[in-house]
């Protein structure tokens, strides 16, 4: 049986017994629980970097012919190569800046969405990106802009 000694606010130094403690302090079975927005950034921020490593490693794969069945990276156009090889680093880069929750890792990341989303209205990626891909960015952004709000808010 673990005892601690606690002081409280009037100065009145008491023993405790933790064991006895949790029952009040959880009011009868409830445990309150405060959201946190800068915490769901973060886990938001790894989560993506997930997905912008498997981007990254898929286009490198392209690059690298593991996938001869999909594509043969030398007959594709030139300007389709380039935004191949464009994304597989960057994409990769982003990755690591989201897995560390850094700011230049959101910038970079908001830049290849950004290049994504309106390369099928330049028609360089036109082929491989559709509407759903997309919209998928979209959405994507504008649920990070509004946790980098909220998580602003809260720090504010």
Do not use: H
Not at 38 to 66: E, Q
Not at 93 to 105: H, Q, T
Request: with cysteine.
């Amino acid at each position: 049986m673990k005892t601690v000694m606690r002081q409280s606010l009037d100065g009145v130094t008491q023993i405790v017994d933790p064991a006895s403690q949790q029952g009040r302090e959880a009011g009868a079975g409830r445990i309150a629980l405060r959201w946190n927005w800068t915490g769901a950034l973060v886990w938001y921020m790894r989560t993506l970097a997930w997905v912008w490593l498997a981007k990254g490693l898929f286009n490198w794969s392209l690059v690298l012919g593991a996938m001869p069945g999909y594509a043969d990276f030398t007959a594709l156009p030139r300007a389709l190569q380039g935004s191949v090889v464009f994304f597989a680093a960057v994409d990769l880069l982003a990755a690591v800046g989201l897995w560390l929750a850094a700011p230049w890792g959101g910038v970079v990341w908001l830049l290849c969405a950004a290049i994504e989303t309106v390369s099928p209205a330049l028609g360089v990626r036109g082929m491989v990106s559709g509407a759903l891909v997309v919209a998928l960015n979209l959405a994507l952004a504008a649920f990070y802009f509004f946790l980098s709000w909220q998580a602003g808010q809260e720090r504010a």
